[in-house]
């Protein structure tokens, strides 16, 4: 019996990782021209050595088929498939992850598994985009998702060490309901945190008549980068300026692939941006209460203002999740970015946006093509302001 015990731990892993082995050239690539996910490589590699010094006592422990591993394999395949379905990257990840300890389970039983479930969960940590999103959901906190993943790597590490130490194991219906527990309760904020509920009508303003009020517009060509950035998506950059401030418009229409749309926060942290603040808010735009993401984010003393929503000719929305979970390729979206400087105040700065969306939205005569106004150079950067930064390469997706 103690004999087969290796061969049998050998043949569950082949099976079980087999999903997340077809994931792991997408995880890779991450790691290499991600700067947010890079972070990962070192927990794939904390993962192997805690499973390393947990196989003897999993083998130890292992006993003979046990059937209620089904109260995570059954999840953790309709979560795998789900995040298949709707082309989610992170959540196929996170369900094959699930599978393969789900299959240990089924192979080796209960207490393998438990002694495993602390290994895994470093393993989860290795997920793309797990920073940008444990950053993005620590709410007023503001943390470095990568502070958390380390705090938890430590905190599975310790859990390990006292499975290690310890016979005694929870019952199976015990744990596996706690996690359901906690997978709601975590669902449930996520989603008040995402701002899934915050929506409006359509939105698609057309910046390209180049004149709106006070404003001279003038469309900048699109770089190597921003095709790196968003691959073959439909680019639109534009400036506008008028006597003494000027607005930076960005305009992506969502083409076939959804992964090379990023949320507009994880654009700027990887071009070197911090985020102060960031919320959705609605303003009024004519007749239209829209719905943005506001963020405030300072480099090298410059201090900026963005809006962001994504919208479709059907609606618009300001949380980059809602648009994820609404995105189909047979409806087309478009993701609206404009910026301004802060120098004359956030309140000022907010005015600045709306009454010039207000301008871009009203119905004009025609499309107006004009140069920049004087007091804007040939790169179309105002001599007072500093240029943004290009974003860096980002082929792996924000989701």
């Not at 087969?4 to 890779?28: Q, S, T």
């Not at 921003?226 to 418009?249: L, P």
């Amino acid at each position: 019996m103690m004999a087969r015990r290796p061969l049998r731990l050998c043949l569950a892993a082949a099976l079980g990782f087999a999903p997340l082995a077809a994931k792991m050239p997408y995880v890779a690539q991450a790691w290499i021209n991600s700067p947010m996910d890079r972070p990962g490589g070192a927990f794939g590699l904390l993962f192997l050595l805690a499973a390393a010094a947990a196989t003897p006592k999993v083998l130890a422990s292992a006993s003979g088929w046990d059937p209620r591993a089904l109260l995570a394999l059954l999840p953790a395949v309709a979560i795998t498939l789900a995040g298949m379905a709707r082309d989610i990257h992170a959540l196929a990840i996170v369900g094959a992850i699930a599978f393969a300890w789900a299959v240990l389970w089924l192979a080796l039983g209960w207490r393998s598994a438990y002694c495993l479930a602390p290994v895994f969960a470093i393993l989860m940590l290795m997920t793309t985009s797990m920073r940008y999103w444990l950053g993005c959901f620590s709410g007023p906190l503001r943390l470095d998702g990568l502070a958390i993943m380390v705090a938890v790597a430590v905190a599975a590490i310790a859990w390990l060490a006292v499975n290690l130490l310890r016979e005694a194991t929870p019952p199976c219906e015990s744990f596996c309901f706690g996690v359901a527990g906690i997978a709601v309760l975590l669902g449930i904020a996520v989603l008040d945190l995402a701002g899934m509920h915050v929506a409006s009508t359509p939105f698609l303003p057309d910046f390209s008549r180049m004149r709106f009020g006070s404003y001279l517009g003038r469309e900048l060509p699109v770089t190597e980068a921003d095709r790196q950035f968003y691959g073959d998506n439909d680019i639109e950059k534009y400036f506008f300026a008028d006597d003494a401030s000027i607005v930076h418009v960005l305009a992506v229409h969502c083409g076939d692939d959804v992964h090379q749309i990023h949320p507009a926060s994880h654009c700027l942290r990887t071009s070197g941006w911090d985020i102060l603040d960031e919320k959705n808010q609605r303003v009024r735009i004519n007749s239209n209460n829209l719905a943005v993401n506001e963020i405030v984010a300072i480099q090298n003393l410059q201090q900026i203002l963005v809006w962001i929503w994504y919208s479709s000719n059907q609606q618009s929305t300001a949380s980059f999740l809602n648009f994820r979970r609404l995105w189909k390729p047979s409806h087309p979206w478009v993701s609206f970015q404009l910026q301004t400087g802060l120098d004359d105040g956030p309140e000022a700065a907010r005015q600045r946006l709306t009454d010039f969306l207000a301008a871009a939205s009203a119905p004009l005569a025609g499309a107006v093509d004009l140069a920049p106004p004087d007091n804007v150079d040939s790169d179309g950067i105002m001599p007072d302001l500093e240029p943004t930064p290009e974003p860096e390469p980002e082929p792996a997706p924000a989701e």
